[in-house]
């Protein structure tokens, strides 16, 4: 069964850092892009960022390039986003998603929520 | 930045009738434009990738239709298990991949 476990949520400050991870099972981890997409409460689904299977190609999201990075271990298969000078506006949940041709999310995870606040 | 655009925002359907969700794309995106169900608490879940194909285990009443700029989701017969969010999401020029605000399927 194809699995993805998002983990490293929680609060932090304002102007801080946090770094989730994504842990999957099921497939061949090393063939597929990966995703993160967020939903802030209430709201809909907005795409963060896309890295290649071999993570040699990074797509972002404008307005998050230079504050967040992502990356993988393809021998852990596991995926990773690092999120710097957190803002509020960053609250959120963060999906994990397994990305068909680096395109659309056919596997996804159950998400790890963010909290940013003083 | 191509803005995807659903409507209605809500939608109330009695269970078995035919529930039509509508997404456009502010430009051509070709058929490279998948539609995601989301139930309450849930994570989202692929439904349709290339306009009209169903992902694995979808059910036969869901259905996916359109190219260019106007797509069409169908429930042919709605089941209360139905009850969802959908978003469309296009794949054609990216980045960033972009989703439409999502359409919220009541059951009447």
């Known amino acids: 069964e194809v699995q993805l476990l998002e983990s490293g949520g929680g609060l932090a400050q304002p102007g801080g850092s946090l770094r989730l991870s994504c842990e999957a099972s099921?497939?061949?981890?090393?063939?597929?892009?990966m995703s993160w997409v967020r939903q802030a409460p209430g709201k809909g689904l907005q795409w963060v960022s896309t890295l290649s299977s071999d993570g040699s190609i990074t797509y972002f999201a404008e307005s998050l390039r230079g504050r967040f990075s992502i990356s993988r271990d393809n021998s852990k298969n596991t995926f990773y986003l690092l999120m710097t000078s957190l803002r509020a506006e960053d609250s959120a949940l963060y999906y994990c998603?397994?990305?068909?041709?680096?395109?659309?999310?056919?596997?996804w995870g159950k998400g790890t929520t963010v909290t940013v606040s003083s | 930045e191509i803005v995807m655009t659903q409507s209605p925002a809500t939608l109330s359907v009695s269970p078995g009738e035919r529930a039509t969700l509508s997404c456009r794309a502010s430009q051509s995106v070709g058929t490279n434009l998948a539609w995601y169900q989301q139930k309450p608490g849930q994570a989202p879940r692929l439904l349709i990738s290339g306009a009209s194909t169903r992902a694995t285990g979808i059910p036969a009443r869901f259905s996916g239709s359109g190219s260019g700029t106007d797509f069409t989701l169908t429930i042919s017969s709605l089941q209360s298990e139905d009850l969802a969010v959908y978003y469309c999401q296009q794949y054609n020029n990216w980045p960033p991949l972009t989703f439409g605000e999502g359409t919220k399927v009541q059951i009447k």
């Open positions: 998603a397994k990305t068909w041709g680096s395109r659309y999310m056919d596997v």
């Open positions: 099921g497939f061949k981890f090393r063939d597929f892009g």
